[in-house]
T-cell receptor, first 114, second 109 residues
Framework: EAQVTQNPRYLITVTGKKLTVTCSQNMNHEYMSWYRQDPGLGLRQIYYSMNVEVTDKGDVPEGYKVSRKEKRNFPLILESPSPNQTSLYFCASSYKDGIAYEQYFGPGTRLTVT | GQNIDQPTEMTATEGAIVQINCTYQ??????LFWYQQHAGEAPTFLSYNVLDGLEEKGRFSSFLSRSKGYSYLLLKELQMKDSASYLCAAMDSNYQLIWGAGTKLIIKP
């Protein structure tokens, strides 16, 4: 089954404790992206990757890191989480050929930082 | 700057028709997407328009006017399962998506 998976789905942590949210896709997509979603603000892009070893900042990259060592994986790293990073996080992937760049989203990771 | 505007919330009756509007301002334009998102779930793709006009897909249709920076999503024969948020997103000249905050659609029996 074609899908994007994220782990963990729920995470409660404390300020300053490093964490990683994993994202993996099995569709051989070149493009992958991380978003955060907060009430009233919609989806905001954190980082994106056009292909292996190529990453770029989105709209809200501060406090986050990513890596793209393999095509299928795109982990999101919070080196020192803070309460303002409490949010719902989505990973997404898509092809980059053709004109309709439909994105496939993972199920989401609900992160709470206390 | 780049901006997407859509209503925060709309209410409609089961079996009726509803139109959700979206206006956009982007640096260049490479198409307009609509996604559906049920509460607590991931967004799922509904439609993509890059040329002016109406695209029909079952009960859902999407319209685009590039000259007006305007799109709408039309939902017919509303069902209770259509209660969700509907996200409008425009793709700019760098192929990056600019997302609206979403329209929460409430369906009443």
């Amino acid at each position: 089954e074609a899908q994007v998976t994220q782990n963990p789905r729920y995470l409660i942590t404390v300020t300053g404790k490093k964490l990683t949210v994993t994202c993996s896709q099995n569709m051989n997509h070149e493009y992958m992206s991380w978003y955060r979603q907060d009430p009233g603000l919609g989806l905001r892009q954190i980082y994106y990757s056009m292909n292996v070893e190529v990453t770029d900042k989105g709209d809200v990259p501060e406090g986050y890191k990513v890596s793209r060592k393999e095509k299928r994986n795109f982990p999101l790293i919070l080196e020192s989480p803070s309460p303002n990073q409490t949010s719902l996080y989505f990973c997404a992937s898509s092809y980059k050929d053709g004109i309709a760049y439909e994105q496939y989203f993972g199920p989401g990771t609900r992160l709470t930082v206390t | 700057g780049q901006n997407i505007d859509q209503p925060t919330e709309m209410t409609a009756t089961e079996g009726a028709i509803v139109q959700i509007n979206c206006t956009y301002q982007t640096s260049g334009f490479n198409g307009l997407f609509w996604y559906q998102q049920h509460a607590g779930e991931a967004p799922t793709f509904l439609s993509y328009n890059v040329l002016d006009g109406l695209e029909e897909k079952g009960r859902f249709s999407s319209f685009l006017s590039r000259s007006k920076g305007y799109s709408y999503l039309l939902l017919k024969e509303l069902q209770m399962k259509d209660s969700a948020s509907y996200l409008c997103a425009a793709m700019d000249s760098n192929y990056q998506l600019i997302w609206g905050a979403g329209t929460k659609l409430i369906i009443k029996p």
